[in-house]
């Protein structure tokens, strides 16, 4: 990008999760320094999660920033496809999934505010869920990180908001002990690309973009933002201790050996767990016999009986600090 004195950055900002009047300042000294025109700042509200600010954000920034948690990051994201502006993520909120997997600076608003002005810009992928509902109403939604079916989205309902805000992404914990105790499996019948249909019983059905969460956990090892495909893991705990056989494959194996040589090959020689499968295509659908919770990128979205997802190759242009390394994308 370069210095021009008719473009204009546009911020928008949920100012429940970052400090708005600080990323002001911050942006309005870069901008001045790089030539550019006054910044717009847009604010999200409970009416508008982030939407409606991005279209008007669109309207004539050659660059918009968002600075929230998650669920602005998706919302503003949703937006912003194929639209050919960059987005600049400012890192706010308590689980900063999709910086996290992009391998964004966490804790450095000005650096990343002045890629901006002078940072690279690449395309990711953006996938898309449309879901349809017991009433056979249907819509359609974006994700940036993870959409997901069941026990996922029961954890994030049962997740309590002041406990969130008090501790982060650990709060999640709480969420998924409330659920568990009353976790049912239940059946569903999917299919990838639109071919085979298979009947399975599950927990939960997860659609990844890409598969990191907080504490450098790896939940789908394999997803990339930028291969153009989308990643499904099937999680069909068995017996009394199946909760363990998910959870050594999510921490220790995908986490943990997945680093390693060594370890790959200890993956290798101990054969699939049956409790978590990991399936890829370019689109999956899932049914199930009854309404189930959903979300998107750690957000719930009400219940629903069928869940329909896509990726969008190359649909949204990321800002990275100049010369960050982006092959691990």
Excluded at 15 to 42: C, T
Excluded at 163 to 168: A, I, Q
Excluded at 175 to 191: C, D, I, Q
């Amino acid at each position: 990008m370069t210095a021009d004195d008719h473009r204009r950055a546009a911020l928008v900002v949920n100012p429940v999760k970052a400090d708005a009047p600080r990323l002001q300042r911050l942006l309005v000294d870069l901008s001045n320094e790089a030539g550019w025109a006054e910044p717009e700042i847009i604010e999200t509200s409970v009416d508008d999660p982030g939407q409606q600010a991005t279209r008007r954000a669109l309207d004539g920034a050659a660059a918009v920033l968002v600075a929230g948690g998650d669920g602005t990051v998706r919302a503003v994201s949703e937006a912003m496809a194929r639209s050919e502006v960059p987005l600049a993520i400012i890192p706010s909120g308590t689980g900063n999934l999709l910086a996290r997997n992009l391998g964004l600076p966490l804790a450095d608003p000005r650096r990343m505010i002045r890629a901006v002005f002078e940072g690279d810009v690449h395309d990711v992928d953006v996938g898309w869920a449309e879901f349809t509902r017991d009433d056979g109403s249907r819509d359609e939604h974006a994700f940036v990180v993870l959409a997901g079916i069941g026990l996922d989205a029961d954890m994030i309902a049962n997740t309590r908001p002041a406990l969130k805000k008090s501790m982060g992404w650990v709060a999640y914990v709480d969420g998924a002990a409330r659920s568990l105790t009353a976790a049912e499996p239940f059946r569903v019948v999917y299919s990838i690309d639109d071919e085979r249909l298979h009947s399975v019983k599950v927990q939960s059905m997860l659609f990844a973009n890409c598969g990191t969460l907080p504490a450098g956990i790896a939940l789908i090892p394999d997803a990339s933002i930028a291969d153009g495909g989308l990643d499904v893991a099937v999680i069909q705990p068995r017996g009394p201790f199946g909760w363990l056989a998910v959870w050594r494959t999510v921490w220790w194996q995908n986490s943990v050996l997945r680093r390693t040589e060594t370890g790959r090959r200890m993956i290798a020689w101990g054969g699939q767990n049956r409790s978590v499968r990991y399936l890829r295509g370019a689109s999956a659908e899932a049914a199930a016999t009854e309404a189930r919770p959903v979300e998107l990128d750690g957000d719930e979205f009400g219940e629903a009986v069928r869940i329909r997802c896509r990726i969008d190759p190359g649909a949204l242009r990321i800002v990275f600090p100049a010369g960050m390394d982006v092959a691990r994308l």
